[in-house]
C-alpha cells in the first residue's frame, strides 16, 4: 500500500550501509549504523513539521491554566465550555488543529520507513542470500534481523555477548532494547501529553490509560518483531524526546514562534 513510499527508504538505506561498509566492525554493524542514520536524517527532513507540532503544543501549555479556570466556571455547561474555548483561542489567534496536521502527514512516511525495517530484503537488499551473509550486529544484538531474544538453531541466543564478552540476562531473558523502546515511548508519551488540556475526568483517566497501553503495546511489538525495528524506534524517540524539550524550554514565546 505505501510502497511508493518504502522503495526510495529502502535505496536510502541502502545507499548510507554502502556508504558506511567500511567502518562495519564486530560490535556495530553497517546494517545497525546505516539504519541509525537514515532515521536522523528522515526525522531532519520531517523536522519543519514536528517543530510546528511541538510549538503547537507549547502554545497550549501556556493557555492551559486560562483553559482550566473555563473549565472550572462552565464544566457543567459542556456548550458554553466549548465556545469560550474556541473564543480564548481566537483571542491568542491559536487553532488547535495546529499540532494535528503535521502528525497526519508524519504518519505514512514513519508507516512505510517500519515496513522498509521489517522487510529489508525486499526494499533494501532484493537478495535474500545477500542479506542473510552481512553483519547485522547491534552492541549485545548478534542480528537485527530476528527479535531481540531469538534462539537460533545451533542454541545460541541472539543479544547474548558483546565482542566475544557473555551478557548473561541482557537480551536474551531481558530485551533491553525492547525495554529501552518501550520506555523511550512512554517519555513522549508523557511529554506530549503534558501541553494537552483535558476536559473531565474521564478524558484524563482515558489519557492515562494510553500513556500507560503505547509504552506496553510498542515493547510486545519489539519482542515480536526484528530488533532492527526496536532499534529504529528508538532512535527515532531519542531524537523527538530531545527536540521536543529544546523547544519546550527554548525562551522563545510560542505565539511569536507560531508565526
Given at each position: ?175 533491553i532494547l525492547a525495554v ?64 521536543q524539550y529544546v523547544i ?11 508565526k
Amino acid at each position: 500500500m505505501l510502497d511508493f513510499i518504502a522503495v526510495p527508504i529502502g535505496m536510502l538505506v541502502k545507499l548510507l550501509y554502502n556508504m558506511v561498509l567500511v567502518v562495519d566492525t564486530e560490535i556495530l554493524s553497517a546494517y545497525a549504523i546505516s539504519i541509525i542514520l537514515s532515521t536522523i536524517i528522515f526525522k531532519l527532513v520531517l523536522m519543519p513539521l514536528t517543530l510546528k507540532q511541538t510549538k503547537s503544543m507549547k502554545k497550549m501549555q501556556e493557555l492551559n491554566p486560562q483553559i482550566k479556570e473555563l473549565q472550572e466556571k462552565y464544566g457543567k455547561d459542556p456548550q458554553t465550555l466549548q465556545r469560550k474555548q474556541m473564543e480564548l483561542y481566537k483571542e491568542a489567534n491559536y487553532s488547535p488543529f495546529t499540532g494535528c496536521l503535521p502528525m497526519l502527514l508524519q504518519f505514512p512516511i514513519l508507516i512505510a520507513f517500519f515496513y522498509v525495517l521489517r522487510e529489508p530484503v525486499k526494499f533494501i537488499f532484493q537478495d535474500q542470500a545477500y542479506f542473510d551473509t552481512i553483519n547485522k550486529t547491534f552492541l549485545w544484538i548478534s542480528d537485527l534481523g530476528f527479535t531481540e531474544n531469538y534462539v537460533f538453531s545451533d542454541g545460541i541466543v541472539n543479544g547474548l555477548s558483546m565482542g566475544g564478552i557473555e551478557l548473561p540476562f541482557i537480551g536474551a531473558a531481558v530485551p533491553i532494547l525492547a525495554v529501552i523502546s518501550g520506555f523511550t515511548t512512554y517519555l513522549t508519551t508523557k511529554m506530549t501529553s503534558a501541553g494537552q488540556p483535558t476536559v473531565n475526568e474521564q478524558q484524563q483517566s482515558t489519557q492515562k490509560t494510553m500513556n500507560m497501553m503505547m509504552p506496553i503495546m510498542i515493547f510486545i511489538f519489539s519482542i515480536q518483531f526484528p530488533s532492527g525495528l526496536a532499534l529504529y524506534w528508538v532512535v527515532s524517540n531519542i531524537f523527538q524526546a530531545v527536540q521536543q524539550y529544546v523547544i519546550m524550554n527554548s525562551s522563545k514565546r510560542p505565539k511569536e514562534e507560531l508565526k
